[in-house]
């Protein structure tokens, strides 16, 4: 069932249309500020898919990446009987999804990291989000721009370059909808 719902909540999503809209877009309006928005933990997603998704939409001419985890919101299927679809849920606000079939709670972790860190690569200016793009481009792997910008978040963040980050955390986190109990 929860892969039947996933199928039909993306029936309309047509990754060709959507990279051909954004193409346009960063060609007709350059100074339009594209964030598209990625909730990870879908009932039929992966974090291998996440990480898939995070790389196609870095590598596209985008302002930021709006990111939170599946919520099983109340009045859904998800919510009314989350154990028979195999999910782990809050059943209080914001109701964020702890685990489900294929994602589990460790991988929910590492997809609140690398969104916390791409995010965090957003918040130091378009320039800096725009030459890692640039330099992620000619490098190879599964993930090659992710990567990079995960690596630079890290970096940034233990060499101390953050002093800021203490006070944007907060904020950060908040503005990717984190639910920090998990």
Not at 18 to 25: D, G, Q, R, Y
Request: with cysteine; glycine share 6%.
């Amino acid at each position: 069932a929860p892969l039947r719902v996933a199928r039909r909540t993306l029936a309309n999503f047509k990754i060709a249309r959507i990279a051909k809209n954004l193409e346009t877009m960063s060609r007709v309006a350059p100074r339009i500020m594209v964030r598209p928005q990625l909730i990870f933990g879908m009932p039929g997603d992966t974090l291998a898919g996440y990480r898939r998704t995070l790389e196609w939409v870095l590598a596209k001419n985008v302002a930021g990446i709006v990111t939170t985890p599946f919520h099983a919101l109340p009045g859904t299927e998800f919510f009314e009987a989350p154990a028979r679809r195999g999910l782990k849920a809050s059943s209080a606000p914001p109701y964020n999804l702890a685990s489900a079939p294929g994602f589990s709670a460790a991988d929910m972790r590492v997809a609140r990291e690398l969104s916390f860190q791409v995010n965090l690569v957003y918040a130091m200016g378009p320039a800096v989000a725009r030459t890692l793009r640039s330099l992620g481009r000619g490098r190879k792997g599964p993930y090659p721009v992710l990567d990079l910008f995960c690596a630079f978040a890290r970096f940034c963040e233990a060499s101390g370059e953050l002093s800021w980050l203490p006070r944007c955390k907060a904020a950060v986190l908040s503005s990717i909808n984190f639910n920090l109990d998990y």
